[in-house]
């Protein structure tokens, strides 16, 4: 892939900054640096030749690999059937061009496959097998299983708790067991897991973000997951479609999302974003309002906590073609934070929050 930029795309000299999900400041894979430092080093002081979205990538790559975090890449959190099915997508502002993958089995740097498919193909998603079989002829390591003793003993918990639900006493041939019971009472023990803080409430969901504003002006993002824990087998969420879990324009910025991915893709959250940002909106603004349409649109009883508002979170991590950065989420606290980035070193930050107390 070209490394210059278009004459046109070039800005002047500004300030990087690096934005990430929490998760991008607090995992290291055993090594010297978090996502947001790497991608930082990369983009500001790294070989001549590396690109901006490349940067990212590494970074994001870091928190894949480490199994400490079970959101992402190697020991995530599996689906109902106890397979690691993962999603990725990263959007290049310069060159206008994407690349995403989803329910990739056997890949752990998914967001490194969904790179070259933006940089080797002409397309912006490949999915299932035929991710899995493009990441194998580009020379990946394809595993037989991505879980570890932890995440497997959370799914062998999880599968005990959901039988046991379903049953209630009741004979098999009296039991509900349509695929919409069990997807709901999955949901339920994930989030009782979650209270007993068997797992973390923030990886229930997953996925990490990271978008920048390079040197000279360039645009990216990166969204990679391994999707609702104990998810339906196949189910793909926001993360690897643009839009959705990520959205880039080179003359607005950039914007990617955590949390329940089936409300960012209703309402196009990032793309709704950036859009804004296009129009004038500040970041925090343009994310504020995101979510209140998320909010809105939330009528399904099972989504409502007794107060009839959201069960879930979503995070909205946001960078702006100017240089200015939020990141907002439903509901906050003093757990609820990202990561940032700049000349200045790495921190983390509390988050802003359209609605108080807990979901």
């Not at 070039?10 to 990430?20: E, G, L, W, Y």
């Not at 790559?61 to 959190?77: A, N």
């Not at 062998?156 to 069990?182: A, T, V």
Request: charge should be negative; glycine fraction near 12%.
């Amino acid at each position: 892939m070209a490394r210059a930029l278009p004459p046109s795309s070039i800005m002047s000299a500004m300030k990087p900054i690096v934005v990430a999900s929490a998760n991008g400041h607090q995992f290291r894979n055993g090594g010297p640096e978090t996502c947001v430092e790497r991608a930082f080093r990369l983009i500001f002081d790294g070989p001549g030749d590396t690109d901006g979205l490349e940067a990212l990538v590494e970074g994001v790559t870091i928190v894949e690999l480490d199994p400490d975090d079970t959101s992402v890449g190697f020991g995530s959190l599996p689906n109902a059937d106890g397979i690691v099915q993962l999603d990725a997508c990263c959007m290049h502002g310069p060159l206008r061009r994407a690349g995403g993958v989803a329910a990739l089995e056997g890949v752990a740097t998914a967001a490194r496959v969904a790179y070259r498919v933006l940089r080797d193909t002409p397309h912006h998603l490949l999915a299932g097998q035929g991710a899995q079989d493009f990441a194998r002829a580009c020379g990946f390591d394809v595993r037989s299983d991505l879980m570890t003793p932890k995440s497997r003993g959370l799914w062998i918990d999880w599968r005990r708790r959901l039988e046991e639900r379903l049953s209630n006493g009741e004979p098999p041939e009296r039991r509900d067991i349509s695929p919409m019971r069990r997807v709901a009472v999955g949901y339920e023990v994930g989030l009782a897991m979650s209270r007993e803080a068997l797992i973390d409430a923030n990886h229930l969901w997953g996925t990490i973000n990271c978008n920048a504003v390079g040197p000279r002006g360039e645009i990216c993002g990166v969204t990679a997951t391994s999707g609702l824990a104990w998810k339906m087998t196949g189910r793909v969420g926001d993360s690897p479609i643009l839009g959705a879990g990520l959205y880039v324009r080179q003359d607005a910025g950039a914007a990617g999302s955590t949390g329940r991915g089936e409300s960012t893709l209703y309402s196009l959250s990032s793309f709704s974003i950036v859009e804004a940002m296009r129009r004038g909106v500040s970041p925090l603004e343009a994310g504020m309002s995101a979510l209140r349409q998320i909010k809105e649109d939330t009528i399904d009883p099972a989504l409502l906590n007794v107060h009839g508002l959201p069960n879930f979170n979503v995070k909205f991590y946001i960078v702006s073609a100017a240089g200015e950065h939020a990141a907002v989420a439903l509901y906050g606290g003093e757990g609820v934070r990202y990561a940032i980035c700049t000349e200045n070193g790495a921190e983390l930050r509390r988050c802003e929050a359209l609605l108080e107390g807990m979901m």
